[in-house]
T-cell receptor, first 109, second 113 residues
């Protein structure tokens, strides 16, 4: 089967940097995605990593280490609007996607 | 271009009834996946359709079923509703079979009473 672990809650202050980790166990790993979901909203795509390394998109970066079955989402220059739930999701070469339980990020002034 | 459209947005049903939810993917997207999200839980994968074929299915009972039409629109059906089926049902569309980037609809909030 597949399993993902990510912290349930993270708190940080405005302007800070926060890292949300995701470890996974899966066979046939293909890629790792990150999604953001605000309360009452739909998940929105943030990033995707299929190869080892860092992908940067503005204030958000995502990292993957396939050998360690580990990835993280890095949020820089935190803003109040970044308060949301963040989900990592693995995709396998069998075409299955599994989401983590999500990390609730609270940004304080 | 229009995003993923799910209808209805809200639904209240009684135990034992059945329900059909609809999802219209982004134009040109051929893959549609369905997820169940309950409070405090992650997204639980229900099934994925590509070109009218179910490619994958999650660990849900047979009461949960779905289909995809030739225009890529998809429906999911839940029969003999139970209280525990109350959840937000999300549909996601992507261009191909790879899940590199999926676009989610706003979901259908189903309440079973």
């Amino acid at each position: 089967g597949q399993s993902l672990e990510q912290p349930s809650e993270v708190t940080a202050v405005e302007g800070a940097i926060v890292q949300i980790n995701c470890t996974y166990q899966t066979s046939g790993f293909y890629g790792l995605s990150w999604y953001q979901q605000h309360d009452g909203g739909a998940p929105t795509f943030l990033s995707y990593n299929a190869l080892d390394g860092l992908e940067e998109t503005g204030r958000f970066s995502s990292f993957l280490s396939r050998s360690d079955s580990y990835g993280y989402l890095l949020l820089q220059e935190l803003q109040m609007k970044d308060s949301a739930s963040y989900f990592c999701a693995v995709y396998t070469n069998a075409g299955k996607s599994t989401f983590g339980d999500g990390t609730t990020l609270t940004v304080k002034p | 271009k229009a995003g993923v459209t799910q209808t209805p947005r809200y639904l209240i049903k009684t135990r034992g009834q059945q329900v059909t939810l609809s999802c219209s993917p982004i134009s040109g997207h051929r893959s549609v996946s369905w997820y169940q999200q309950t409070p405090g839980q992650g997204l639980q994968f229900l099934f994925e359709y590509f070109s009218e074929t179910q490619r994958n299915k999650g660990n849900f009972p047979g009461r949960f079923s779905g289909r995809q039409f030739s225009n890529s629109r998809s429906e999911m059906n839940v029969s003999t509703l139970e209280l525990g089926d109350s959840a937000l049902y999300l549909c996601a569309s992507s261009r191909g079979q790879g899940f590199t980037e999926a676009f989610f609809g706003q979901g259908t909030r189903l309440t079973v009473v």
